[in-house]
């Protein structure tokens, strides 16, 4: 069955310490994206990318950082200049929007990170 | 750039109730419109779309009408059930160009409590 999963489900990091938050799909989209989710705040956009090898800032990009070097992954490094990154992160994709128009994203499961 | 905002929650309804939760939006573009729901530690999931002016969407009892002259995209269902206690979420994508090519952009979302 195609899908996005993200792992790991729940992650612990120490302060001053990277970590890397996986994100694959098996739908052949073209388009993937990064989200930071925290209680009352909704759904906020870290990182995007249309096509492999490009990506764009979203409106929270400070203190994050990812790679696009294939279609399938699309990785998220929280970095140690991220003040607070402990929330919610989900991963999302869908078709290109040039060829497919205003299609619909579908997303994973999410992961959990807490900074201790 | 585009914006979603969502009535303040929590909802919290009885069983077989009506419904309704308001979303507005704005847009530079003609945007697509949805509503996703996600439920306790899940990722998000697509509930219904519209694509275009007067547009309904439907899925699970659940509808909402695509109104540009209000700009708005409320969701409603006639009649709640325990499992539809979740939280969701409006969210648009303007993919006619422009700064805002290719992002989804969410409200804060709307946590539903439906009661016994």
């Known amino acids: 069955d195609g899908g996005i999963t993200q792992s790991p489900k729940y992650l612990f990091r120490k302060e001053g310490q990277n970590v890397t938050l996986s994100c694959e799909q098996n739908l052949n989209h073209d388009a993937m994206y990064w989200y930071r989710q925290d209680p009352g705040q909704g759904l906020r956009l870290i990182y995007y990318?249309?096509?492999?090898?490009?990506?764009q800032k979203g409106d929270i990009a400070e203190g994050y950082s990812v790679s696009r070097e294939k279609k399938e992954s699309f990785p998220l490094t929280v970095t140690s200049a991220q003040k607070n990154p402990t929330a919610f992160y989900l991963c999302?994709?869908?078709?290109?929007?040039?060829?497919?128009?205003?299609?619909?994203?579908?997303f994973g499961q999410g992961t959990r990170l807490t900074v201790v | 750039g585009n914006s979603v905002t969502q009535m303040e929650g929590p909802v919290t309804l009885s069983e077989e109730a009506f419904l309704t939760i308001n979303c507005t939006y704005t847009a530079t573009g003609y945007p697509s419109l949805f509503w996703y729901v996600q439920y306790p530690g899940e990722g998000l999931q697509l509930l219904l779309k519209a694509t275009k002016a007067d547009d309904k969407g439907s899925n699970k009892g659940f509808e909402a009408t695509y109104r540009k002259e209000t700009t708005s995209f409320h969701l409603e269902k006639g009649s709640v059930q325990v499992s539809d206690s979740a939280v969701y979420f409006c969210?648009?994508?303007?993919?006619?160009?422009?700064?805002?090519?290719?992002?989804?952009?969410f409200g804060q979302g709307t946590i539903l409590t439906v009661h016994p």
């Open positions: 999302a994709s869908r078709k290109s929007s040039v060829l497919s128009g205003n299609t619909e994203a579908f």
């Open positions: 969210a648009l994508s303007d993919d006619a160009g422009g700064t805002s090519y290719g992002k989804l952009t």
């Open positions: 990318s249309q096509i492999v090898n490009d990506f």
